[in-house]
């Protein structure tokens, strides 16, 4: 019963389209999450309804075991939506004062982490893809909040800047968070999650550990990419 966050027979449909077929999870805490499967898969949905920007057709989300109201959940979770418009003519130092302002500094360590210092007197219309991907997530885990959910936070990176973005969400994770990523490449999140939500066309193919999952599938010296594969033959 240590599950941090459940899911229970959670369905949405957006009029024909149904975006999430009966999905039932649980996420224990201080696990790295990762939601994987194809555009259309229904990820972004399924981080939507935990966070409740969007709420299920039919089933329940419960947090410790209970249900929490909007106002509930934003005290114990932030989430990262896959396109954030940020002012575009306010200054990056603007922003972190503004976040300062609301949470205090105790986020003062993650500017260095993603080396926001070297940006603050630009614009965010100025920024390129990874340092407006840099301040989202600088906004995400400034709170200091339990449940952590990113909406493809590896988009608009190069191999080596995406080792470190992986390197700030280890660090935040050992300090207790617990992470639910949502992410296309199968590669990306490999490397840095340890248990994952296999899905497609809005349903759970299959979930677990990747030991597990390899073990469940019979091919022990594979990637995930080819688990996924023989998952959906
Ligand atoms: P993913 O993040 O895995 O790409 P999404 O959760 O964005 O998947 O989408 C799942 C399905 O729901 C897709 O078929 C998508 O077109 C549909 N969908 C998502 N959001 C909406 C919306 N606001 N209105 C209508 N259909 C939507
Ligand atoms: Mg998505």
């Known amino acids: 019963m240590n599950e941090i966050l459940l899911l229970n027979k959670v369905c949405k449909t957006y009029g024909k389209t149904f975006a999430l077929k ?28 935990i966070a409740g920007y969007v709420s299920p057709n039919r089933g329940e989300v419960l947090f410790f075991n209970k249900r929490f109201s909007f106002m509930e959940r934003q005290k ?7 396109t954030l418009d940020l002012y575009p003519d306010f200054y990056v130092s603007e922003i972190v004062d503004f976040v300062f302002s609301i949470y205090g500094e105790s ?11 070297s940006v603050f007197d630009k614009k965010i219309k100025q920024l390129s893809k990874g340092f ?3 301040v989202k997530l600088f906004l995400s885990l400034s709170g200091n909040k339990e449940i952590i959910l990113l909406d493809e936070p590896f988009d608009g990176f190069d191999p080596l800047q ?24 199968l590669n990306h999140a490999e490397k840095i999650c340890n248990y994952f939500v296999l899905m497609k066309d809005g349903e759970v ?12 599938y019979g091919v022990l010296d594979s990637s ?6 023989r998952a959906l033959s």
């Not at 939601?35 to 939507?48: E, F, Q, R, Y």
């Not at 114990?76 to 896959?82: D, K, N, Q, T």
């Not at 193919?205 to 073990?215: A, D, I, P, Q, W």
């Open 22 to 49: 009966n999905i039932s999870l649980g996420f224990k805490k201080g696990i790295i999450a990762g939601i994987v499967g194809p555009n259309g898969a229904g990820k972004s949905t399924l981080l939507k309804i």
């Open 76 to 82: 114990i979770l932030s989430y990262m939506p896959e």
């Open 107 to 117: 986020g003062k360590n993650l500017l260095d982490a993603l080396k926001l210092h």
């Open 132 to 134: 407006k991907q840099r």
């Open 162 to 185: 995406m080792k470190e973005i992986f390197g700030v969400i280890k660090t935040e994770n050992e300090k207790g968070k617990t992470f639910v990523l949502s992410i296309h490449h």
């Open 205 to 216: 193919v299959s979930c677990g550990t990747l030991e597990r999952l390899k073990k469940n």
């Open 224 to 229: 995930l990419e080819e688990v996924f594969e």
